[in-house]
């Protein structure tokens, strides 16, 4: 079954994205004062408790909740242009949009006000917008920024809006939170029994600069304009998930923040923004590195690509647009040779080319991200392994200017996302450097993990056991979780 929907609407800075925050109990939605901060839906899945005062027994609830744009404003005073020039208020009908969505697909409604600010024409509006939607029996009144006694009473002066006793909370200091929840729960209680999906098989991050048709991709794979698409640079600013079904199985896509030098960075807004994209890497099985085939490798790209190693992450290099190629100017052998000189590192990860906007090369996508996480997943036996590795090393061993002969005594693969090498050796120092880049390549050809990156570990016999290498790739796998 679905989850039930929930949809956290209000004017511009009455905390949606905080409140969204504090319930998700981590950072989800990027929290600035500048208004139109957020404008893509930005969802959390949560799991409701059962109130104290209910029978024991009654199982958690799994529901998702939207945090949305402020309805109303979309542009702070004096910033209607970005750095670039362009006029962000041409957005305006996209957010909105988005926000109806949200209120469509829900079945429940956190219409949330400020409670320091007081109500406002701006929140009156709102409410007259729901009761005409005949959305009145979905709506429930949050009055936030209740951050003490004091305030209770002006939170409660929501109640004039006419859909009840708002619930007080403060979404800064975790304040009727819980009370909030529990009424979530009971309110849902009528709408369906939240029962735990299975998970999605896999999750993917999209990534790339500005663009470069992140957004457009997200949207063609969930069949749905599900994020905003815009020629503006840098319209997504929160890293949105997206879950859907292609081909019979479930995926979870990240649509994340365009890149940019960051040295060009506007504002704190997207230096948040790039943070939400390398959280996004973090918690991914795969990524896709997005290129505009119509436009030059940047640096950006290739800042990108470093990341990439450096967090051994699967990728599949996604080259966009490629409709939009001359085919008499540009063979697609050509380009691969092209950036396998641009993208340096990543020559073995494997190259698919799309066109989002016509959805062309989408299940070739969808298919080769399957098969990395297939491979980074795989756990191969010590036998097939250590034959692997002696028969590179007679092949060509690493050398060393004193006449120190390199010696493998042992091999073992300790860990999984991504494959992780264990070897021990008589000294490390033979093997790093340029034989390690020797050893990666020849391993790629000899395993079956020919398109994944591959994480070596070099150790002495003497100085750390087996179990000991095994608990050092665990944690070291730990270290790149978010």
Partial sequence: MSLPQIAIVGRPNVGKSSLLNRLARRRVSIVDPTPGVTRDRVTAILELDSPLDHPAGEPPRLVEITDTGGWGVYTAEGARFNDVGDDLSTLTDDIETQIQVAMEQADLILFVVDAQAGITSLDGIIAGLLRRRGDARKVMPVANKVDGESWIAHGLEAAALGFGSPLAVSATSGRGTRKLLDAVYVRLQEIGTGVPEPDTEMKIAIV??????????INALAGEPRVIVSEIAGTTR??????????GRSMLAIDTAGVRKRKSFADDIEYHAYHRMLQAMRRSDVVILLLDATVEVSQVDKKLTQELQRQFKPTVIVVN?????????????????YLTKELQGLDYAPIVFTSATRGD????LVAMAFNLYKQASHRESTGPLNSAVETILARRGPSS??????????AAQVGVNPPTIALVVNDPKLFRGRYERYLHNRLHEALPFSEVPIRLLFRRRQRMSLEEMKERGR????????
């Fill in 475 to 482: 944690r070291a796998a730990m270290s790149h979780e978010p």
């Fill in 238 to 247: 929160d890293a949105v998930d997206v879950r859907f079904e292609i081909g």
């Fill in 401 to 410: 200017r004193l006449g120190t002969q390199a010696k493998l005594y042992f």
């Fill in 321 to 337: 647009k490629w409709d939009l190629v001359d085919p008499q100017k540009t063979r697609p052998a050509d380009y691969l040779d």
């Fill in 208 to 217: 790339g600069k500005r663009n470069a048709g992140k957004s457009s991709l």
């Fill in 361 to 364: 090369g989408l299940r070739d």
